[in-house]
């Protein structure tokens, strides 16, 4: 069974930095897509970023572009995701998913797997 852990979650301000990491157990993952997502109150889950378990392709949400950067380590089966020049509508419950491909999908749906999520809280 594939298991993900979230950690790094927390409260910054704005304009501060955080890194959010994934550890990913119970599977060989090289055939994987590792995604964040995020999703604040009131609001639904959406996408954040994405990246293959080669590290050989990335995807972006527009609204993240260019302030966050996905990234892994197959070593140590984690994955992470570095935000920086963080704003307070980033503010939101932050998930590792991952799914059984080598295409790099947007829609929650496309993933089977899921972390339980970390909080992160960027004040004004």
């Known amino acids: 069974q594939v298991q993900l852990v979230e950690s790094g979650g927390g409260l910054v301000q704005a304009g501060g930095s955080l890194r959010l990491s994934c550890a990913a157990s119970?599977?060989?993952?090289?055939?994987?897509?590792m995604g964040w997502f995020r999703q604040g109150p009131g609001k639904e889950r959406e996408f954040v970023a994405g990246?293959?378990?080669?590290?050989?392709?990335?995807k972006y949400a527009d609204s993240v572009k260019g302030r966050f950067t996905i990234s892994i380590d197959n070593a140590k089966n984690t994955a992470y995701l570095q935000m920086i020049s963080l704003k307070p509508e980033d503010t939101a419950v932050y998930f590792c998913?991952?799914?059984?491909?080598?295409?790099?999908?947007?829609?929650?749906?496309?993933?089977?797997?899921w972390g339980q999520g970390t909080q992160v809280t960027v004040s004004s």
């Open positions: 119970g599977r060989t993952f090289s055939s994987y897509v």
């Open positions: 990246i293959t378990w080669s590290g050989g392709s990335r």
């Open positions: 998913a991952a799914r059984t491909s080598l295409r790099i999908r947007t829609m929650a749906s496309d993933y089977a797997f």
